[in-house]
Structures are given as C-alpha cells and as structure tokens.
C-alpha cells in the first residue's frame, strides 16, 4: 500500500458503509443551518437531496441541489442528533464533500478553494510570532 | 522535523493556523505545566492533519501518516489537540488508516478534568461580563461550549453568560467560505453582545479569534481567548500581537522593521500583509 493510498480505500469503504445505512429520509437536510446559504436547497425536496448525496458517495454526478449542500457543509453536525439511523450525518457530508472535491481523482464536482500560500504563510507568521529556538522545538 | 517530545511529556499538537498566536501555545504549555503537565508543543506543516490537502487523499493521507507516525516514534502516551479539524481528522481519517500509540485528548477536556487544581490557582481578579463565541460543530465531539465556561467561571470576577447563540459550522475559518455567513453570524454575535451588556467576547478556537478581533474597532468591548482570560487570573503575562497587528492603522509600523526582516520582506509583504489589512467582515 502506498503513501495515501490508506486514506482513500478508508474515504471508499466509510463511503459505501454509511451510503447502506441511510434511508434518504431527509432529517438531517430540514435540521442544516446552512441550508439558507446553498442555492435551491431550501425550496428542493430534503428526500431528494439526500438521494443525491447517496450519489455522490456511489460515485455518481449527484444533483445540483445534492451539490450545493454538500458544498456549503460547513460541519455544524446539527443533523447528528436527529438521524434515526445508527450513523453520523456529519460524516456523511464531510465523505462526501471530500469525493465531491475530487479527492479520489476524476476530477472536482465543487469548487475547490484551496490557499497554495498554506504553508509558507504558516511558517512566516511562526517567525513573527515564535523564537528561533521555539521554532525549531515547535515547528 | 522530529517531534522533541519525551515519552514522559504530553504533546500538545497545537495545529498549523495557531502560528499565528505563539503566546497562546506557550500560555498553554505554561498553565498545563501548573496543574502539573508537562507538554511539548508540535504543530505547523510537517504536523499537518492532511485538512489542507483533502481535495487529493493521496497528499492528505500522506500528510496524515507522517504526522501519526511521527507521534508515535516519540513514546508519548497522549496527543493534546487544540484545533478542532485535527482533532476530528485524527478520530475520522488518522487513526483509522495509521493506527497511533497514543490517546488522544482535547485541551479543554484535560484543563476542565485538573479544574480543583486549576482553582487554587486562580489569584488574580479579571472584571469581565462575558459572552463565549460559540459554534455548533465540534460540541457534539468535544463539549466545548460547557467546558470553556466552566474553566471562565474558576477566574475571580469573571461572569460568563450564554445567550444561546450558536453559530453554524465547526469555527470560523468554515463559515468564513461560504459568502454571507461569517458577516451573518458577527452581526448575530453583536447584537447579542449589546443584548447581554457583555464587555467581553471570548474565543474558543484560533480561527474565530482571527476573524473576530477586528470587531473591537470603534466598539466598547475587547476581544480574548480563553487561554488568555484564564492566564490573566493565573497572573501570566502576555501580549495578543496579532490582535494588535490586526487593530493597527500600520500593521507594518506596529510589527517593526527588524521582525519584518527577520520574517522575510516578500513573505511578510505577499503572504501576511494583506491578511492584517483586510478591513473587518462587518
């Protein structure tokens, strides 16, 4: 098994593993305090979007409704406890998100904001804010 | 880099983001080692958790590995998160695929655990009618919005108060991708501030302190982080830079030239200006 490999083959089985439990009811799609912010989700069918998660986490296109949300997850976790199934919703969301991002290749199907200055703006602000000799404890 | 860590300390893997506040890693390791844990901070890149990555699980769960494994080569027994993706990342992709030899604890679960010993300790005074920035997210993982609280309310005179407010997402740096929600939730956040006749907000986590200490401009109120309130009723000294830097008409003037250089001109000019310039979300 190569480096990273683990990650993905863990992103593909918690995948199939919570897309068979979810019954598509909709609970935690009406329980999103996001939804207000991810376009044609608040008038769309909860049922429906839900499907379309399912979707994503099956490899599939998903819907754009399906989409939206799981581009505005920002992990509330408020669906957590209203699931009824024995899963984590939030979890759900996040495989999904991170499938949706392309993170098992094939592409993105959100946008992807990533910052490529990540980490020389991290190492920059430690030599503001940090000793050398912290610095190279710490860092 | 190796983690310095003996196998007789804690780590204390404070994130990457947390750079950007040096004095709350070293309050921290300085009020752990007074309820008697001593703690060997680790974080930035090479301690990454894989979150920057995650659009590619190959480079994410390299990163993720390597810092599991580098933990684990240091003996250390527990793994003390305070960033609230690492911690999940690590209970969600870490541990599951690179499986790690240590416990891993929240700061606040092992401060609020050490709470007695916490108390004797609190000497000094804080005036403070405080508000707790609180999320949602995490709470359910880590109750943070009750155990923050519990620790404010060991700091003599200070009273904390909950209006119920909990914004969306896990912390700030979350909502702050989404367009409007940020700008929503600090709206929501002072109203209830005015509401409460509050003159203090804390912070829970670094991300929100980033993005909510330029609510104080022209406002009657201050802006900390719980660390910092709990270090002032321990008598620790310190200096919140980057709120300063941050608050500042010239951060430039503000940081000073020979820390400038020492950071690096273009890195501080490309990199760290225009984050202390950008004007505040609402």
């Not at chain 1, 819907?63 to 759900?92: F, H, K, N, Q």
């Not at chain 1, 392309?102 to 703006?121: E, F, M, N, T």
């Not at chain 2, 793994?79 to 606040?108: G, L």
């Not at chain 2, 909510?212 to 310190?238: D, K, P, S």
């Amino acid at each position: 098994m190569g480096p990273g490999t683990g990650l993905a083959d863990h992103i593909r089985a918690e995948s199939t593993r919570l897309a068979a439990v979810c019954t598509s009811c909709g609970a935690c799609v009406r329980a999103c305090p996001m939804v207000a912010y991810a376009p044609g989700v608040a008038d769309a069918d909860a049922v429906a979007v839900v499907t379309g998660v399912l979707d994503v986490l099956r490899d599939g296109p998903g819907t754009p409704e399906a989409l939206a949300w799981i581009g505005g997850c920002t992990r509330s976790a408020v669906c957590t406890p209203v699931c009824p199934e024995p899963m984590d919703p939030a979890m759900m969301m996040r495989l999904a998100n991170m499938r949706a991002r392309g993170a098992l290749g094939g592409g993105a199907q959100i946008p992807v904001k990533q910052d490529p200055g990540w980490s020389a703006r991290v190492k920059a602000f430690a030599r503001l804010t940090m000793t050398e000799e912290e610095q190279a404890k710490w860092l | 880099m190796a983690v310095t860590a003996r196998w007789d300390q804690v780590v204390f893997w404070y994130g990457c983001n947390m750079a950007r506040h040096g004095e709350i890693i070293r309050l921290v390791t300085q009020i752990l080692r007074a309820v008697g844990v001593d703690a060997a901070p680790a974080g930035g890149p090479a301690h990454c958790c894989g979150s920057p990555q995650e659009a590619s699980a190959r480079i994410a769960g390299g990163m993720a590995s390597r810092t599991v494994e580098k933990f684990n080569a240091t003996g250390c027994g527990q793994v003390v998160t305070w960033c609230p993706s690492c911690h999940m990342n690590m209970d969600d992709f870490m541990a599951p695929v690179t499986p790690p030899v240590f416990e891993t604890r929240h700061i606040t679960e092992l401060l609020h655990a050490r709470r007695e010993r916490l108390r004797e300790l609190m000497v000094h005074p804080v005036a403070a009618r405080a508000v707790l920035h609180s999320h949602a997210g995490f709470n359910g993982r880590v109750p943070v919005n009750d155990l923050v609280p519990d620790l404010l309310r060991l700091v003599p005179g200070v009273e904390v108060i909950d209006p119920g407010l909990r914004v969306p997402g896990h912390m700030c740096s979350a909502i702050s991708a989404v367009p409007g929600v940020l700008a929503a939730s600090q709206r929501a956040t002072l109203d209830v501030m005015a509401a409460a006749q509050a003159d203090t907000l804390v912070t829970v986590f670094h991300s929100c302190h980033r993005e909510t200490v330029a609510l104080e401009r022209g406002r009657n109120f201050r802006v900390v982080n719980w660390i910092h309130l709990l270090a002032e009723g321990l008598g620790l000294g310190y200096e919140d830079e980057y709120k300063i830097w941050r608050n500042a008409e010239d951060p430039r003037g503000a940081i000073g030239p020979e820390r400038i250089a020492a950071a690096g001109d273009v890195a501080f000019e490309r990199l760290v200006e225009p984050e202390l310039r950008r004007p505040p979300t609402v």
